[in-house]
């Protein structure tokens, strides 16, 4: 999946990313002198605002363009390009927080398995992302605007959205005690109008896009915008069907 990411834009047009991570700091509660990895750290916001509770503060990511911007935007904290699917932390660390992540660690259980041998004994992980039934409306229409223009065989969705029950157990499996599971619904607001719904696609589908000429590219924008303003297009505004798991676990002993 060749995803890649206009950070200046991603900044701008998805600055709800980070504005809904803000809570996920207040579950974490970082102390001064933890030590604390941020999985998946995008352009780095969050893991500065978590560093201004005194805490020292890692960000991995595994793109190149937003560890750079993460760089530029913060250089007084460490970031490192890193696949969570496989990074190991040395030394461990005392918690882990992760927002909008790990929906794309498609190996799920390598991204949990590394997050566990990441952190010390008690070390605490915080994590919010897509859960079943996330942008439910995308992943079904995909497949119809694909099969319009001939090109069935050219999607290849990069998410994994389980269900609350499967990630628990999963992080049960790897030696983690879940103090919270939750998994709910957040109708997430764009920004951009009109153009609000095209601009996620560019962002957020830009892998799955990739592989079509310009042309096909535009059919495929055009035939999910039509198939789904109906159900998105709330007033002035696409509001996108988001659903979320929110975990809190610790490691054991």
Known sequence: MNQHWNTGTYDKDMAFVSRFGAP??????????????????GTGDLAAAIAGYGASVTGIDASPDMIAAARSKHPQLEFVLADGQAYRSEPAADAI????????????????SSM?????????????FGGQGNIASVTAGLPR????????????????????????????????????????DRPTPLQGGEQGFRQWLNTFADGILSVLSPDQRTAVLASL???????????????M???RIRVAAKKNS
């Open 24 to 41: 996920l700091i207040e579950l974490l509660q970082p102390q001064p002198g933890e030590r604390v990895i941020d999985w998946g750290c």
């Open 97 to 112: 927080f992760s927002n909008a992540a790990l929906h794309w660690l498609r190996d799920a259980e390598g991204a949990v």
């Open 116 to 128: 566990a041998a990441s952190l010390r004994p008690g070390g605490r992980l915080i994590a919010e």
């Open 145 to 184: 605007a694909f099969d319009a223009i001939g090109c069935s065989g050219k999607l290849e969705l990069p998410w994994y959205f389980p269900g609350i029950g499967e990630y628990a157990a999963l992080l049960e499996q790897n030696g983690f005690t879940v103090e919270l599971a939750l998994c709910f």
């Open 225 to 239: 915008e039509q198939e789904l303003k109906p159900q998105l297009f709330q007033g002035d505004q696409w509001v």
């Open 241 to 243: 069907d988001y659903r």
